[in-house]
C-alpha cells in the first residue's frame, strides 16, 4: 500500500470560512489488489471533540480496511472556530463525493459505509439521521447524489447534546451555552426513524469521555423505529479504540466489524 492521494472537497473554493493553511481535503487509500472486483467504499470520519481530528481515527484504519480489500477515504472537514454547519457540509460532500467515483473506482455507490469516531460519530450520526439538515449552495453534486449513508458504523460516538453528553464537542460546534432546540436539532437519537441506515456501533462500558449512554440512547431509537442495529460494548474505562487491540476481551471487535461488513456488502439491494 502506497500513500494515501490527497482530494481537495472544495476545489473551486470553500465555501464560507476557512483555513487557507489546512483546506478540507479526502485522503484516499486504495487496496492493492481489491478482495472483490467491486465493494462497499467506507468514509471515515476521524474524532476530536470538534476542536480537532484524531489521527488514529484515520491513517491506521484506513490500512486496516485496505488489508481487506476496501477503499477508503478520510475526511479532513472544518473544526473549531469553524462551528455548525461546517463540518456537517464538509462531510456531506464526501459523501457525495465517494458517489460520484462509483464507477471509475469500482465502488457500490448503493453500499457506502460511513464509519465515525467520537465527535466523528456525531458528525455521521447527523448526517445519517438528518442528510437534508443544511445544503451547502456551492456543492453543486447536491442535486445528484444523497449523503445519506447506506450503512453507518458509529464507534465510541456522542449522540446526544442533551444528556449524557460531550460538553467540549457541544461548545466547539455550536457555541457555548447553545439553546436547548439547537442542541436538540443536534442530537441523533431524537431523529432516528425509518429511513435511519442499519448500523452497528462500539462502544467502552465504563468510557471516561462519552457515556455508553450515547451508543445505548441510539440502539434503543434505532429499535422503536424497526431500524437494523447492533450494539458491542466491550470491558474499558477510557475512550479510544484501535485495530490491533490484543486484549482478547477487546480483540474480537474487529472480527464482528468484518463479519457485519460482509454481511452488509451482501444485503439485498
Not at 94 to 118: N, Q
Amino acid at each position: 500500500m502506497g500513500e494515501p492521494e490527497r482530494v481537495l472537497l472544495w476545489p473551486d473554493g470553500v465555501p464560507g470560512d476557512y483555513d487557507p493553511e489546512n483546506l478540507p481535503h479526502l485522503d484516499i487509500y486504495r487496496p492493492l489488489a481489491p478482495v472483490k472486483p467491486a465493494s462497499p467504499p467506507i468514509v471515515l470520519v476521524p474524532g476530536g471533540g470538534y476542536g480537532g481530528l484524531s489521527e488514529q481515527d484515520g491513517d491506521p484504519f484506513a490500512r486496516y480496511f485496505n488489508r481487506l480489500g476496501y477503499w477508503v477515504a478520510v475526511v479532513s472537514y472544518r473544526v473549531k472556530p469553524f462551528g455548525f454547519p461546517a463540518p456537517y457540509d464538509d462531510a456531506c460532500r464526501a459523501i457525495r463525493l465517494t458517489r460520484s467515483w462509483a464507477e471509475k473506482e469500482s465502488l457500490l455507490a448503493d453500499r457506502l459505509v460511513l464509519m465515525g469516531f467520537s465527535a466523528g460519530g456525531h458528525l455521521a450520526a447527523t448526517i445519517g439521521t438528518q442528510p437534508e439538515l443544511h445544503r451547502e449552495n456551492a456543492d453543486t453534486l447536491a442535486a445528484n447524489y444523497s449523503s445519506r449513508p447506506d450503512g453507518m458504523v458509529l464507534v465510541y460516538p456522542v449522540i446526544s447534546f442533551c444528556e449524557w453528553s460531550h460538553a467540549g464537542s457541544c461548545e466547539n460546534l455550536l457555541g457555548a451555552n447553545a439553546p436547548i432546540d439547537l442542541r436538540q436539532r443536534l442530537s441523533a437519537d431524537l431523529h432516528v426513524d425509518e429511513k435511519t441506515p442499519p448500523s452497528i456501533l462500539f462502544h467502552a462500558n465504563f468510557d471516561n469521555a462519552v457515556p455508553v449512554q450515547n451508543s445505548l440512547r441510539f440502539v434503543d431509537a434505532c429499535v422503536r423505529h424497526g431500524v437494523k442495529a447492533e450494539l458491542l460494548v466491550f470491558p474499558r474505562d477510557y475512550h479510544g479504540i484501535g485495530p490491533d487491540e490484543t486484549d482478547p476481551a477487546i480483540a474480537v471487535w474487529t472480527v464482528v466489524l468484518e463479519n457485519w461488513l460482509k454481511g452488509f456488502q451482501l444485503r439485498p439491494s
